[in-house]
T-cell receptor, first 116, second 116 residues
């Protein structure tokens, strides 16, 4: 069974600084997708960035980028120029692309605090 | 609608009572998921609906949990004889059928269930 591990329950960063959130996963599959979701206090999960496993190039979305290391099964999220609005719980998620239900397997999350 | 709508936003119920949680997905989205988020835990897959196919119920934790989806749109998650361990946030998500799962889902804001 696939598992996703986020080893940092909490992280903090100063406004305008850079922070990296860690995620590792375990799978025997070669084709899959990886996601980072943000959950602010409103509870709604918001997709931040996604990565297709067959692509070697790391995904970027404005201030958000990932470091995808397929062999190491590592998928970290880098937030540059951190803003107060980035404060939230961040979840890493895995989806096997060959499955029948495309369910997401989530890590337990990292709570990010942004200090002014 | 413009987003995934869930109701009620919050629900407090007495132990042993039955509850119904409602999810109204994005119009045209054929895939619908229910997840449970317990305190300090990641999201746990419960059930998946895809069009008119039989649902994938592999994540339901006990036979007290059931769900249906009427007309390929609105879904109701029912918990019978609620227990205190059922207290959690129940999140619904929907997705267009892409055949690959590559785009992730759009989540609702969830229902926070408290069993007293």
């Amino acid at each position: 069974a696939q598992t996703v591990t986020q080893s940092q329950p909490e992280m903090s960063v100063q406004e305008a600084e850079t922070v990296t959130l860690s995620c590792t996963y375990d799978t025997s599959e070669s084709d899959y997708y990886l996601f980072w979701y943000k959950q602010p206090p409103s509870r709604q999960m918001i997709l931040v960035i996604r990565q297709e496993a067959y692509k070697q190039q790391n995904a970027t979305e404005n201030r958000f980028s990932v470091n995808f290391q397929k062999a190491a099964k590592s998928f970290s999220l880098k937030i540059s120029d951190s803003q107060l609005g980035d404060a939230a719980m961040y979840f890493c998620a895995y989806c096997y692309s060959g499955g029948s239900n495309y369910k997401l397997t989530f890590g337990k999350g990292t709570l990010l605090t942004v200090n002014p | 609608g413009a987003g995934v709508s869930q109701s009620p936003s919050n629900k407090v119920t007495e132990k042993g009572k039955d509850v119904e949680l409602r999810c109204d997905p994005i119009s045209g989205h054929t895939a619908l998921y229910w997840y449970r988020q317990s305190l300090g835990q990641g999201l746990e897959f419960l059930i998946y609906f895809q069009g008119n196919s039989a649902p994938d119920k592999s994540g339901l934790p006990s036979d007290r949990f059931s769900a249906e989806r009427t007309g390929g749109s609105v879904s109701t998650l029912t918990i019978q004889r609620t227990q205190q361990e059922d207290s959690a946030v129940y999140l619904c998500a929907s997705s267009p059928w892409t055949g690959t799962g590559r785009y992730g889902y759009t989540f609702g804001s969830g229902t926070r269930l408290t069993v007293v």
